[in-house]
């Protein structure tokens, strides 16, 4: 077994920031942007909703991706119980994406087609729906980022010359 803090390190950085970007900007919906929605009349809801879902389409499935590869990159480069953190941040990365593409996406057609006409009876339910799995991928975001702060700061394992914070890794 060899420590390589390197690049096992730069990879963490990675799947650090990219994973506490993803958490973040989910938390951020959570915590400002649903509330908000709440607050406000209806039509304003869905036409800021529908303009919102094409300005973070990109931006959020970038993230997504990069939080999928860096957290099982991770887990190919790490040894024992940091490949297993990271084995499961990678996991949760890859459901926050699942919830997004089976839960979240199909409801925004709802969305569009409201901005467009007339909003329903029985709305209410597939906003709620919406909000549930919105909450659902925040906390599998998060849960993530927790795992790869455990490796940083529970795991810590300590090379041969006792260098703290390197992370085993395959020779």
Same mark, same amino acid.
Request: a positive charge; proline letters at 4%; hydrophobic letters at 55%.
């Given at each position: 077994? @060899? !420590? %390589? @803090? ?19 900007? #989910? ?18 809801? =869905?036409? #800021?909703?529908? %303009? ?7 931006? %959020?499935?970038?993230? %997504? ?10 887990? !190919? /480069? ?12 990678? /996991?949760?990365? =890859?459901?926050? =994406?699942?919830?997004?593409? *089976?839960?979240?996406?199909? =409801? ?5 087609? +409201?901005?467009?006409? $007339? ?6 339910? !597939? !906003?709620? @729906? +919406?909000?549930? *799995? ?9 849960? /993530?980022? /927790?795992?790869?702060?455990?490796? $940083? ?6 090379? @041969? ?11």
């Amino acid at each position: 077994m @060899r !420590i %390589m @803090r390197t690049s096992a390190g730069y990879v963490h950085g990675a799947a650090l920031l990219a994973t506490g970007l993803l958490a973040g900007a #989910f938390g951020y919906g959570a915590a400002n942007v649903i509330p908000t929605f709440r607050a406000v009349p209806m039509d304003v809801r =869905l036409t #800021f909703h529908t %303009m919102m879902m094409k300005v973070n389409e990109p931006v %959020m499935q970038s993230t %997504m991706a990069l939080a999928i590869l860096t957290s099982f990159g991770l887990a !190919i /480069a790490a040894r024992g119980r940091s490949r297993r953190l990271a084995l499961g941040a990678g /996991a949760l990365t =890859l459901t926050a =994406l699942l919830i997004t593409v *089976f839960g979240n996406i199909p =409801l925004h057609a709802h969305f569009r087609q +409201w901005a467009a006409g $007339a909003v329903p009876a029985g709305h209410a339910e !597939i !906003i709620q @729906r +919406w909000e549930l *799995f919105h909450t659902l991928r925040t906390l599998a975001a998060l849960a /993530a980022f /927790a795992l790869l702060i455990a490796i $940083a700061v529970v795991v810590r394992p300590v090379s @041969r010359a006792g260098t703290p914070g390197a992370i085993e890794v395959r020779s």
